[in-house]
């Protein structure tokens, strides 16, 4: 479904990240792995060695606008475009207002919405002028319905839906696509330290009756980064199995 084109997977080294990459690479495109630290980066590589010729690895501090375009300008030199981005890096926080201080609700903003805005616009600047490209972010059932604690992940994911559905109005003249992703609970390393019981009650309050896996939640970048959804943008696909917190 991806012959030919080329992606970027923020936070691609585990969890979501990782299985939207292998996903990718398995339907044929070249992929750019990015990772925080290269030392992660590189051990994620070593697991996708049957892949060595189509998948790379990039480290750039994604709040920096150059570093995030010279990294990006490198996949672009390197397989000769960059047609999808998956803004997948993040990170989750449930502290209590009352513990919350203005160093964590900057990290997090910094990581799961600055980050957002600094890839868009470095990948939308190479996409413009290639003809198009499709970008997708990572939102949260959270962003629909806003959790009990930890109020500044749940407001970056409403950021982000917002952001999804102004880029694609403003991009779509450009031929690019922009659509988020909104995960409910999904088996990442998080949830896989919970204890067993705690999976099965989660579970139990699940209508489709069990939590996500990663793979579910890349089937859906899969098919909004290929041409079946050449004409779907500005949305936000929930893939959570029809939960409500
Ligand atoms: P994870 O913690 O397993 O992976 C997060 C990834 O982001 C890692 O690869 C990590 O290296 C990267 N990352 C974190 N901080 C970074 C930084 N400063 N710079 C670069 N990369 C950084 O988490 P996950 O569960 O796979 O989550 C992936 C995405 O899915 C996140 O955006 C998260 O908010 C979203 N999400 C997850 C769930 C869930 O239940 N797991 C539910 C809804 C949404």
């Not at 910094?110 to 198009?132: P, Y």
């Not at 009756?209 to 943008?233: C, H, K, Q, W």
Request: glycine share 10%; with cysteine.
């Amino acid at each position: 479904m991806l012959k030919n084109k080329t992606a970027v997977v923020t936070g691609g080294t585990r969890g979501i990240g990782l299985a939207i990459v292998k996903k990718y690479l398995e339907n044929g495109a070249s992929v750019a792995l990015s990772g925080s630290r290269q030392e992660t980066v590189e051990k994620a590589l070593e697991g996708l060695a049957q892949y060595k010729d189509r998948v790379m690895g990039i480290w750039p501090d994604l709040c920096d606008p150059e570093g995030v375009a010279a990294a990006f300008a490198s996949v672009k030199e390197r397989f000769g475009s960059l047609d999808i981005l998956a803004n997948n890096a993040g990170v989750s926080s449930r502290t209590s207002l009352y513990d919350y201080t203005l160093e964590e609700f900057s990290k997090i903003l910094d990581i799961n919405l600055k980050a957002v805005f600094v890839c868009s616009q470095a990948a939308a600047r190479i996409m413009k002028e290639q003809g198009g490209g499709s970008i997708i972010n990572t939102s949260s059932m959270v962003g629909e319905y806003g959790q009990p604690s930890g109020c500044g992940y749940p407001a970056t994911k409403f950021a982000v839906n917002g952001l999804t559905r102004s880029l694609a109005r403003e991009l779509a003249k450009d031929q690019i696509r922009v659509n988020a992703v909104a995960p409910g609970v999904t088996r990442t390393d998080m949830v896989a330290a919970l204890p067993q019981e705690m999976v099965e009650r989660i579970s139990a309050g699940i209508p489709l009756g069990r939590v996500g896996e990663p793979e579910d939640i890349a089937n859906a970048f899969l098919f909004l980064a290929s041409d079946m959804a050449s004409y779907v943008t500005g949305l936000t696909l929930r893939v959570d199995g029809a939960a409500m917190v």
